[in-house]
DNA sequence: GAGTGGTCTAGACCACGTA
DNA sequence: ACGTGGTCTAGACCACTCA
């Protein structure tokens, strides 16, 4: 009997994938509890330590969260792994004990041609939320940020008024876990982003490129140009065992 | 029986720990075969599954490689985990297929005083060596790169010629595993880092920062200047599960 | 108190790859 | 061929915490 009775897989590693998919399909929504260990050993068949060994994967994936007596249930996702932290940018300026404002500078929603920079490998002529708009710490610009949304995947942000929540901010909260890909540069920038992040023309900047996906649907991608003084990346290595 | 004979902490984590720590202290080097399970199991008193157990999570680590019927094996070290991918320069820009180049500019022996930024975390007034390199791509300078190596970490870095070998390609290869923590962050050149970089002062650049650990004890830290045009860091999240 | 996960056992058979 | 790891079982006791 162990191995597999249909696939060629090993059974946890079928278990966790069965569970994934549930959660990154957004059909198990962060905070959602899942069955207990008993009932996936009804369902698959199995003893307790293979559901228990499947689980125990999708935790240190950080994908779920078990609580003693309580129940496992599926994390409220991390912003983005703990070894490259990019998280909202509201919690990064309020964390330095700066004001964070928020303003959004346009917002047009239209069918976003393939090969077109915003958009690209979001899916060919998806219809799409368009916005640009900027993240202040204090009186200083942080962050000048354009975004695009997949209306198809997230249609909830069509009836969003972005005009009070940062789309970031609220995507964490709405969409339940995410794949990403980051893209990091410098750049100088030219006049009309200098102008609207008040810094001189030609300035260094630091620009994050992210490209996130859901069960391999495009939901949103984003561009982030930060003047060099106001913020550096971290990234840390070596889960020391 | 079941919890802890010792400690507080599950006999499958004291078993992780103490593996984890043979191979970063260096005592059991990259390829070292480790004991096997059935050894484990007569050392610590305990089942099968629970050697498994800790011997897993190190394979999931990447510290540990697994072979059937040949064992387990320290694992030879990635370059720097899967996450955000910063490998040896040589590679990045061969594998860009573009003609690689190494200069060394400057080298020196000294020991750094505590809170100068080289160094700084390295421990208190280490002996170092200290250098400055160039990398090329084609005929562009591709990076420009300062290092210091703790010799009384890596005593054998003091009898290596660094004129012909780069000091991050050598290290990979001479340090077992490591620890690390990256800053990125975006800079327009001075004049003199221009003038090495072969681009004009004010050009913006990305600056990698990073500092290694071996066990606790650091080893090496390293700021490397790339020109805008010349590369871009990329890093993905989301192990599909 | 009762149900959850956390840990552990003492076996078992199998697949695989090296010797 | 044989020893390794890979997987799995059918139990067990315990700690915790929610109801």
Known sequence: MSADAAGGQPLHERIRADIGREILSGHWPPGHRIP?????????????????????????A???VRRR??????ARP???????????LESV??????????????????RVAAGET????????????????????????????????NLAA??????????????????????????????ISALNV????????KVKTGTACLVVERHTWRGGEGITHTRQVFPASMYDLVARFGHAP
Not at 69 to 74: D, K, L, P, T, W
Request: with cysteine; net charge neutral.
């Open 78 to 88: 991390r912003v983005h792994s703990a070894v490259l932290d990019i998280p909202d």
């Open 118 to 149: 915003l958009g690209a490998q979001l899916g060919t002529t998806q219809k799409m939320l368009i916005m640009t708009c900027r993240h202040f710490a204090d009186a200083q610009v942080f962050a000048l940020e354009q975004r695009a949304i």
């Open 154 to 183: 997230v249609p909830e942000a069509g009836e969003t008024d972005f005009r009070t929540v940062a789309p970031g901010a609220w995507l964490l909260r709405h969409v339940p876990w995410t794949e990403a890909e980051h893209r």
């Open 93 to 110: 300026i309020r964390g330095r004990g700066e004001q964070y404002q928020y303003e959004l500078l346009s917002q047009d929603r239209r």
């Open 62 to 64: 950080g994908l779920i």
């Open 190 to 197: 030219s006049a009309a982003e200098a102008r609207l992040l």
């Open 69 to 74: 007596r309580a129940g496992s249930f599926v």
């Open 36 to 60: 207990v260990e008993h009932e996936f050993m009804a369902e698959y068949g199995c003893s307790r330590m293979t559901v228990n060994k499947a689980i125990a994967a999708l935790v240190s």
